[in-house]
Each structure stands twice: as structure tokens, then as C-alpha cells.
């Protein structure tokens, strides 16, 4: 037996839901095999609010840690936290070096407040390393403005025009995922390829169990694309996934609550069979 092989380049989220632990869960409910190599450990403060502390692991790890997986090969890969400008320099150049083709970029950003980036460096060659590598982008309303320098996303027509300008950049493909920022009945994604906008609505699941929910879309999107759908193919059946997730999401104490990874194949796809 043989399986397709993704790699997961982010960082490590030590409650579990979100980060390559989301990742290699998700991998692993989609059928392929999922390698990680860390960019950082993130983790929580429980007599403090929860609040996060994140702990860069030194570029030059990073990159053994690539060079080990790489060495295998692999069908595909997502980015998410990359926390440096260096650390997002290595991940373009081993793409290039590896001549990899199927690439999902989770523009993940550290954001104060709701209009200030911690880091706008890395957002910056994001744009300039990043998009033009990238099979699909799968940025959230606040990324998406960053990545196409528009205001505040609030409607679909703003979505995309966002959509539009980060093509423009050169990433293939974008979806932006609109949840509950957006105004509008449903949750709404907008996936665009250059040739057609292609709007994915769900209802809105009055939840606030949805911890890790964009790290799970993306890698869902990765898993899909390694198994050889098309990548609006591959956007729509990550859709159903993530949403499923996020119906079934569950409460892990009382700061967080995590999407639930396997929802899909344990409700849907077993009604489905």
C-alpha cells in the first residue's frame, strides 16, 4: 500500500487544535501521510488569561528539518505560522530547489487588534516570496486585506476585489474565507482563478468552537491536491470537510474550543456509505 505524502510548514500549537496538529489530524482523516517540520511552539498561559507565548525554533533547524522530508518526496504541502522573514525566504527556496507544484499557502499573521500586524516584514515578503509560489492562498477577511493593501473587507464585492489583487501578485489561485466577519446571511468562502468567482456558502453554525478551523481548511485543501483533484475540486470537498468540523466542535476548557477533525468521516461520509 502507498500513500500520498504532504509536508506541513507552521508552527506548533501545544493545545492540540490548531497548528501542525490540526495539520497532521486533518492529513490523516483524508487518507495521505503527513511529515511537519516545526517553525515554532506555541503555548498558552493557563493563570494568565490563556495568553499565548510563541518560541521561534532557530532557522538552521528548520531547515534540517526539510532537507529530512524532502528527502523522501512529497505529493504536496501547506505553509502556515512562519513567525520570520527568514524562515519564509528558506520555504521559497526549497520550493524552488524541489521544483514543488502543489503549494497552499495559509497566509497565517500574529495581528493586534483588528488593523495592526505584528510582524509587517513578513507579510511583505509574503507578497514578494510567497504568492507567486503558491498553487492557492487561503486567507482569512484581516489577511486578505493585508496581502491585496485594500481597508476592511465587509462584502463580497470587496472580497473580490481583494481576490483579484492577490492573483495579481501571482499566487494561481485564492479562496477567501469570509466566516462570521462577513456581512452576510451565510458563511461565506469566495474562491477565485482567475477566470470565475465561485462562491461556497454553508449557514452559519452559532458556534464558538472553531479553534483551528483555517489550519484545517488548508491542510484539507493540501490532502485533496495530493490526492489529484483539481483545486477547485479540492476547495469545495475542504469546505464540506472544515464544516463538519466545525458543526461538531467541542469545548476544551473554558478559554477554547476546538473544531472536531474527524466529524466528517464519522457523520457525513458514513451517511454518505
Not at 13 to 42: C, H, P, R, W
Not at 84 to 112: F, Q, T, Y
Amino acid at each position: 500500500m502507498t500513500m500520498k505524502k504532504v509536508l506541513t510548514l507552521a508552527g506548533s500549537d501545544s493545545s492540540g487544535g490548531a497548528g501542525i496538529q490540526a495539520d497532521l489530524k486533518t492529513f490523516q482523516e483524508n487518507g495521505v501521510y503527513g511529515m511537519n517540520a516545526l517553525t515554532s511552539i506555541v503555548t498558552m498561559d493557563p493563570e494568565n488569561n490563556w495568553s499565548h507565548g510563541v518560541f521561534p525554533i532557530d532557522v538552521d533547524i528548520v531547515e534540517q528539518q526539510l532537507n529530512t522530508i524532502l528527502s523522501v518526496g512529497i505529493d504536496a504541502m501547506k505553509t502556515g505560522m512562519l513567525g520570520s522573514v527568514d524562515i519564509i525566504e528558506l520555504g521559497a527556496r526549497k520550493i524552488d530547489e524541489h521544483k514543488l507544484d502543489k503549494v497552499v499557502i495559509d497566509p497565517v499573521m500574529v495581528c493586534k487588534g483588528e488593523d495592526e500586524v505584528l510582524q509587517p516584514e513578513n507579510t511583505e515578503a509574503m507578497r514578494e516570496l510567497l504568492l507567486p509560489r503558491a498553487t492557492i492562498v487561503t486567507p482569512n477577511l484581516f489577511e486578505a486585506w493585508q496581502l491585496a493593501k485594500t481597508g476592511p473587507i465587509k462584502t463580497i464585492d470587496d472580497m473580490k476585489e481583494a481576490a483579484v489583487k492577490i492573483l495579481d501578485q501571482g499566487a494561481k489561485n485564492v479562496v477567501i474565507k469570509g466566516g462570521k466577519g462577513l456581512n452576510h446571511d451565510k458563511a461565506v468562502d469566495l474562491f477565485y482563478d482567475g477566470q470565475e468567482f465561485v462562491l461556497l456558502e454553508k449557514e452559519k453554525l452559532e458556534t464558538t468552537y472553531n479553534h483551528g478551523a483555517g489550519c484545517t481548511f488548508a491542510a484539507a485543501i493540501t490532502a485533496n491536491l495530493a490526492k489529484g483533484k483539481s483545486v477547485k475540486e479540492a476547495v469545495s470537498a475542504a469546505k464540506e470537510f472544515v464544516t463538519a468540523a466545525i458543526e461538531h466542535g467541542w469545548k476544551l476548557n473554558e478559554y477554547v474550543g476546538p473544531v472536531k477533525h474527524g466529524a466528517y468521516n464519522e457523520f457525513v461520509g458514513n451517511a454518505k456509505n
